[in-house]
């Protein structure tokens, strides 16, 4: 199957300070990628979808300028966390997939921990 | 609105049968996945449906039913490294997934 990569794989930062999250598609071209957010003993939460070359579509209550998401090649989009707080301390997820309309597998990185102090 | 109910726990036993079921309300249908993820780890593919009917695949099997909303993931000879939570997915007619809480299942030997 398809490998999708994310690094880091945990970071810990000080409240106010940004943090990046790299998500690659290591063999294949990802026209989407997904970003999601779980918290302990919760399920996936979608967060925002990218389209390479455009702009991501975030979900409701997703405040699109705390959390940018740049999406500038068919292999590689990031997460930016800006002025993190520990509210945002979670597992997020990214996953790749190629737009189709018949069945296709979402391929999910190994995630990162966030852990805002 | 849209909805996906699965239980929330489950035990089994090693070596038995499990069925985790899933229901779901969803603008339009594109297909219904199961992953399984483990404590702390991304979700794994398991299985896709899009038409009625059973997918079989080794131990795990998916079964589907578009009219009644309906979809149930089969676990065989359940082994310790089963324990996982598992997530049913459906693709709405926007092709988004929508989500399901997840089933943790726990295997007891």
């Known amino acids: 199957g398809a490998v999708v990569s994310q690094h880091p794989s945990w970071v810990i930062c000080k409240s106010g300070t940004s943090v990046k999250i790299e998500c690659r598609s290591l063999?294949?071209?990802?026209?989407?990628m997904f970003w999601y957010r779980q918290f302990p003993k919760q399920s996936l939460m979608l967060m925002a979808t990218?389209?390479?070359?455009?702009?991501?579509?975030?979900e409701q209550g997703v405040e699109k300028d705390k959390f940018l998401i740049n999406h500038a090649s068919l292999t590689l989009s990031t997460l930016t966390v800006t002025s993190a707080h520990p509210e945002d301390s979670s597992f997020y997820i990214c996953?790749?997939?190629?737009?189709?309309?018949?069945?296709?597998?979402?391929?999910f990185g190994p995630g990162t921990r966030l852990t805002v102090t | 609105g849209q909805n996906i109910d699965q239980p929330t726990e489950m035990t089994a036993t090693e070596g038995a049968i499990v069925q985790i079921n899933c229901t779901y309300q969803?603008?339009?249908?594109?297909?219904l996945f199961w992953y399984q993820q483990h404590a702390g780890e991304a979700p794994t593919f398991l299985s896709y449906?899009?038409l009625d009917g059973l997918e079989e695949k080794g131990r795990f099997s998916s079964f589907l039913s578009r009219s009644k909303g309906y979809s149930y993931l089969l676990l065989k000879e359940l082994q310790m490294k089963d324990s996982a939570s598992y997530l049913c997915?459906?693709?709405?007619?926007?092709?988004?997934?929508?989500w399901g809480a997840g089933t943790k299942l726990i295997i007891k030997p």
């Open positions: 996953s790749a997939g190629e737009l189709a309309f018949e069945s296709y597998e979402q391929y």
């Open positions: 063999d294949f071209q990802a026209t989407t």
């Open positions: 990218s389209n390479e070359g455009s702009k991501a579509t975030y």
């Open positions: 969803t603008s339009g249908f594109n297909g």
């Open positions: 449906n899009v």
């Open positions: 997915a459906v693709k709405d007619s926007n092709y988004q997934l929508i």
